[in-house]
């Protein structure tokens, strides 16, 4: 257990819709990334947030957007969702946002039908 | 960002040394080379990183060559728990302080009984 959670654990859900994942990071940790992993694309960065503010972001698309509330936990928001977006959603928290060791949360199973 | 090579699977039997190897010619002088596993469909679970020297905790052993172009992770005596995709990652700098891992397709290993 690395202490991370996730919910849900799994979302079915139709094209066009909205669903919001949760992660919450490590006690004591400020920093929190989302991956996304397809079967096509492999483990992708998506965004990172450090105590509350944006601090990197990668291949993240425009219909996705995320936060990090005061309490630290994080949401990823998904919109407009189309077939391609099914895929597992991970998070990882560290420390800070230097080069430390991230750990994973157990992820997001997402279907779009 | 440093890009990596890994072999896409390789065999072990129980019992033996698994020997993992990962080609990042192209990492920066102050990035960090990280290993993770993902078991199934689990959220990648951290094993081991370093910088230049040689690295050993309680799960592997990770040699990277002088001229950083290339690491070997080993886990002394694969069981059969070891099966996983292993993950060879250097750290690449995203701006603003903050580092990111890039995940590439990994090497699929069997602990074969």
């Known amino acids: 257990d690395s202490g991370v959670t996730q919910t849900p654990k799994h979302l079915i859900t139709a094209t066009g819709q909205r669903v919001t994942l949760r992660c919450s990071p490590r006690s004591g940790d400020l920093s929190v990334y989302w991956y996304q992993q397809s079967l096509d694309q492999g483990l992708q960065f998506l965004i990172q947030y450090y105590n509350g503010e944006e601090r990197a972001k990668g291949n993240i698309l425009e219909r996705f957007s995320a936060q990090q509330f005061p309490d630290l936990h994080s949401e990823l928001n998904l919109s407009s969702l189309e077939l391609g977006d099914s895929a597992l959603y991970f998070c990882a928290s560290s420390p800070g946002r230097i080069q430390e060791t991230q750990y994973f949360g157990p992820g997001t199973r997402l279907l779009v039908l | 960002d440093a890009k990596t090579t890994q072999p896409p699977s390789m065999d072990c039997a129980e019992g033996r040394a698994a020997n993992l190897p990962c080609n990042h010619s192209?990492?920066?002088?102050?990035?960090?080379v990280y290993w993770y596993r993902q078991i199934h469909s689990q959220g990648p679970q951290y094993i081991i990183h370093g910088l230049k020297n040689n690295e050993t905790n309680e799960m592997a052993s990770l040699i990277i060559t002088e001229d950083r172009k290339s690491s070997t992770l080993i886990l002394p005596h694969a069981t059969l728990r070891d099966t996983a995709v292993y993950y060879c990652?250097?750290?690449?700098?995203?701006?603003?302080?903050?580092?990111?891992?890039?995940f590439g397709k990994g090497t699929k290993l069997s602990v074969i009984p």
């Open positions: 990652t250097p750290t690449s700098y995203s701006g603003a302080g903050s580092y990111q891992l890039t």
């Open positions: 192209t990492i920066s002088g102050n990035e960090y």
